[in-house]
């Protein structure tokens, strides 16, 4: 076989985990048995080149394979895992203020869109972050996106939608395209103009809509600010129809749509995302056996956010008959002050295992294969040749542990773009 210059190797682990698809699985977000299949190659070894994966297999073959180039980087994972950089495809990362005053009447039992109805809640949220400047506001999701980094994730889907308002929503999108470029963690930007209905349009959700439609959209759009466009589609908040027409029009303009679907109340939000066509539908705790199989057809990713059920005190998503109705499943933190204050994503894994009986291997697939997918990335989630160099090396012995440790699984080093980024549970100040 031809050899082939390499930049990075990492050797020394216990296992290597591909989450390479098993030949002959269908191309597209991996569903049924294919969320079982990790491609755990014992003692493997993993060789970079400019940021792409140019060798994975056993380390005495790809030692064999690579030609080291002058100054490469040789990674000794010490007997860890090396998995895929995770992906945390659902987070409200870009806030400022807490809400602990919130958390307080959730426990005495006022419900969340009460407290949302009474100008609470989100809005609360709202007031803070226009308030905070675009500095401060970078500076807060600079820290949280190290803390993640720290977690192993290397990319993280950010939503907008504290602002509200045209000038608010433009600072939000414009701070994370400035730390996308100051920090080594990708963002995939999310517009989420449609988070809430603000107070200056309150009893108009309507005009609402109507304002994101004609003036906010095509700004995104021409100033190719996010990726993404999401609406919280729920009761109290926006309905199916003004859900449709507005993410209708973004598609119109070519962005990717999805859709925070049935979290509340069963509205029909699982099957209006296969209508049309949406990358993933996120929370669906009651969702339907119609809108899954809807979904599985469509091949749209449910993004399951068990930390936000926890946190809720509301029963978790059916994960295992979704799975059996053949819906790709990926799991998110869902990060955000109100609703899941939880930022780990190794957590989040362990509570689907506990708390959804999902399987270990099912749940790694969920934060990397499937969830690289629902973000639109298919060349982030598998270690595979060609693909972006992104990968984690856990402290453990097997992959089983990190679910197992529920969110305590030691990460030793991250490599990001094929650049050591964390070293020995550090993370380096410039890579
Ligand atoms: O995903 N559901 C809507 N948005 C968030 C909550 C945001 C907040 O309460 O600030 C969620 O749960
Ligand atoms: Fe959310």
């Known amino acids: 076989m031809r ?124 007031r803070a972050t226009r308030a905070a400047s675009a500095g401060e506001l970078a500076r807060l999701l600079e820290g949280r996106l190290a803390a993640m980094l720290l977690c192993g994730v290397t990319t993280v889907e950010v939503k907008s939608g504290y602002g509200l308002s045209w000038p608010e929503e433009h600072k939000l999108l414009s701070v994370m395209a400035q730390v996308a470029r100051s920090q080594p963690v990708e963002i995939v930007p999310t517009f989420l103009g449609a988070h809430a209905v603000p107070e200056e ?47 209708s029009a973004a598609r119109k303009l070519g962005l990717g749509v999805r859709l925070h679907a049935d979290e509340l109340a069963s509205l029909g939000g699982a099957e209006l995302a296969a209508e049309l066509g949406a990358a993933s539908a996120d929370h669906l705790l009651r969702s339907r056996p119609e809108g899954w199989r809807r979904m599985a057809q469509a091949g749209v990713v449910a993004v399951l956010l068990p930390g936000t059920a926890l946190f809720l005190g509301k029963p978790y998503a059916p994960a295992r008959d979704m799975i059996g109705a053949g819906v790709a499943v990926a799991l998110a933190t869902d990060f955000n002050p109100g609703t899941c204050p939880i930022a780990s994503l190794p957590l989040v894994m362990g509570l689907a295992c506990v708390g959804m009986g999902m399987e270990p291997e099912e749940v790694v697939v969920a934060v990397t294969a499937n969830a690289a997918l629902a973000v639109g990335r298919p060349d982030l989630g598998t270690l595979e040749v060609g693909k972006q160099a992104d990968l984690v090396i856990f402290g453990v012995p097997g992959y089983e542990h990190i679910p197992y440790r529920m969110g305590g699984a030691p990460v030793s080093w991250v490599v990001k773009k094929g650049k050591v980024v964390v070293e020995r549970g550090r993370l380096l100040e410039s890579p």
Not at 211 to 232: S, T
């Open 201 to 247: 349009y309150k009893g108009n959700a309507d005009g609402y809509v109507e304002h994101i439609v004609r003036v906010m959209l095509p700004e995104v759009a021409r100033q190719g600010l996010a990726r993404f466009v999401d609406v919280f589609c729920d009761e109290g908040v926006f309905d199916l129809d003004q859900t449709r027409h507005l993410l």
């Open 3 to 126: 050899r082939v210059k390499a930049d990075l190797l990492v050797m020394g682990a216990s296992q290597v985990v591909t989450v390479a698809p098993p030949p002959g699985t269908p191309a597209g977000p991996r569903s049924g048995k294919a969320m079982r299949e990790v491609g755990v190659i014992p003692g493997g070894a993993v060789a970079a080149r400019a940021g792409r994966i140019v060798a994975v297999g056993e380390e005495t073959e790809v030692r064999g394979r690579v030609d080291l180039e002058p100054g490469a980087r040789v990674v000794d994972a010490e007997g860890g895992t090396v998995l895929p950089g995770l992906i945390d495809p659902h987070t409200h990362a870009l806030f400022a203020g807490w809400r602990a005053d919130e958390f307080r009447l959730r426990l005495r039992g006022v419900p969340y869109l009460e407290i949302l109805a009474a100008g609470g809640g989100i809005l609360s949220t709202v």
